[in-house]
Each structure stands twice: as structure tokens, then as C-alpha cells.
């Protein structure tokens, strides 16, 4: 487990809402300007695929299968299979996928945050550390993920155990409830009224006493507290513009049907 947890696999997560009644969108506002933008998404429908170990070698994407008798092969064994002309048609490569639903939240930061994607990141898991002490809730109840760009990644947080907890429709109901999970966000990263509190202070970007743990091995190089600081100090005092969601499917329909070209069969 550990070795798989530190070599990874390369994947990628979507998701798709059909309850457009229930999904509630908020700004987070600071004198004015846009900090993030939060999506509630209610029992939206996940697609995690698992498209290769991030360590292997091989170009083509996917897992080798021998297609006659199912057996997963190795690298080496492909070179094997390719080089016997009885063999080199009887493998192919396919993607793995696992499907779910739960309620999730999407999390878009605004350029006056002023993150670079190793910030996003950081922000990410500062936020779930911070929404896990917050509700008290397990670590493996709640998974987050970077969507997006790799340039301008995009957060996306889910709740991963059995049913709804309903926690994070909280916190897009609630600014207070908003403001509260960072000021956790800002205590678990050693900041108070500004300064660094860490017994180390400025040695130490990040550790198992805050945003580290074992399942973010993978990123513990990057994730660092301090690029988050003005950004969560940004968050401590911000407003909410709570705007409805989206519009009726028949309103939803005549909004983008009026918008086709009327000399186009294919757009209608």
C-alpha cells in the first residue's frame, strides 16, 4: 500500500450534477473583489480513471490484459508478446474506471487570491484538514482532488464515506460557517493575528502536525503553508453573494435553444 501510495497512479476524476434544483452557487467576496467561486453539487455522479502507474516507462496509456485468458501483464511480458507473432494480437490495453455518487463541492479561486498551482494545492488540503477538525469527521471520509488546468487548478472536494454527511452544503449555506473552517484552515497552518506561531517558524513549510499525511506523500515537496497565508488571511474576513442555481431544465432548454443559429439543423 505504501509503495502504491508513493508511485501513484496517473488519474483523472470527473463528475456531472443532474439535480440542477439543489446545486447552489456562492462568490466569496473581499471589499468588493472576487476571492472563489463555490459550486454545491448534490449527489453528483463521479468517474475516477485509472490510466497507468505514473512510473511506467511504457508511452501508450493503459493496462496490458491478455484478451484470451485475462491475465494482467507486465511490462516485460508485452515486450515478450510483441516479439512472438503467435502472441503480439492477443493483449490490448484498457483503462480502469470506478463510478460513485456523493455530494461534492467545486472550488475555483479568483486571481486576487494570487495562487500558483503548487498554492491550489496547498489551499486544498489546508481546506480539508480544516473541514475534517471543524465537523469532526474521519480523514477517509472526505476526499479532495485538483481539477483543471495544471496551470490554474481548480479544487474539488467530495465526501468519500458511506451516505451524505452534509457538511459541505454547510458551507456554502453558511458565510459563518465559511469563516470558520478558515480560521481552522489558518490555526492548523501555525498562523495567529498574522504571524507564524511554528516552534520553527519559518523553517518549517509543512509537516504531519498540519497539511502532511500519509495519503499526500506524493505532493509533501510541494505543499507549503506559506504560500497560502495572505490568500487564508484574505478568507478570514470575507462576504458572501449567494446567487440562485441554475435555471428549470425547460428554462435551462429555451435559454440555449434560443441561442442556436436558426440556419443550423445540426446546433437544433
Not at 463521479?46 to 511504457?58: P, T, Y
Amino acid at each position: 500500500e505504501e509503495e502504491r501510495m508513493r508511485k501513484g497512479y496517473d488519474e483523472d476524476i470527473y463528475f456531472r450534477s443532474d439535480h440542477f434544483e439543489s446545486r447552489r452557487r456562492v462568490t466569496v467576496y473581499f471589499k468588493g473583489e472576487e476571492l472563489l467561486h463555490l459550486h454545491y453539487l448534490p449527489s453528483a455522479q463521479l468517474v475516477k480513471i485509472n490510466r497507468k502507474w505514473r512510473v511506467s516507462q511504457a508511452q501508450a496509456e493503459g493496462f496490458a490484459i491478455n484478451t484470451r485468458t485475462g491475465k494482467w501483464l507486465a511490462e516485460r511480458e508485452v515486450e515478450e508478446y510483441r516479439a512472438d507473432p503467435e502472441k503480439k494480437n492477443l493483449f490490448t490495453r484498457v483503462k480502469l474506471y470506478t463510478t460513485a455518487t456523493a455530494n461534492a463541492l467545486y472550488i475555483e479561486p479568483c486571481e486576487k487570491l494570487n495562487l500558483q498551482p503548487d498554492g491550489v494545492l496547498t489551499l486544498l488540503h489546508a481546506l480539508k484538514r480544516a473541514v475534517e477538525q471543524h465537523f469532526q469527521i474521519e480523514p477517509r471520509e472526505l476526499a479532495a482532488e485538483l481539477m483543471g488546468e495544471p496551470e490554474q487548478p481548480n479544487i474539488f472536494i467530495y465526501e468519500s464515506a458511506e451516505g451524505s454527511l452534509g457538511v459541505l452544503s454547510q458551507i456554502v449555506g453558511n458565510a459563518e460557517a465559511f469563516r470558520q473552517v478558515a480560521e481552522t484552515a489558518y490555526r492548523i497552518c501555525h498562523f495567529e493575528n498574522g504571524e507564524d506561531i511554528h516552534p520553527k517558524q519559518g523553517l518549517c513549510t509543512a509537516s504531519y502536525e498540519d497539511l502532511l499525511d500519509y495519503y499526500n506523500q506524493r505532493y509533501h515537496d510541494k505543499i507549503n503553508r506559506f504560500l497560502i497565508k495572505n490568500a487564508l488571511e484574505l478568507l478570514l474576513e470575507c462576504q458572501f453573494d449567494n446567487t440562485p442555481g441554475l435555471l428549470t431544465y425547460d428554462d435551462q432548454f429555451q435559454k440555449i435553444y434560443a441561442q442556436t443559429d436558426p440556419k443550423s439543423r445540426m446546433e437544433r
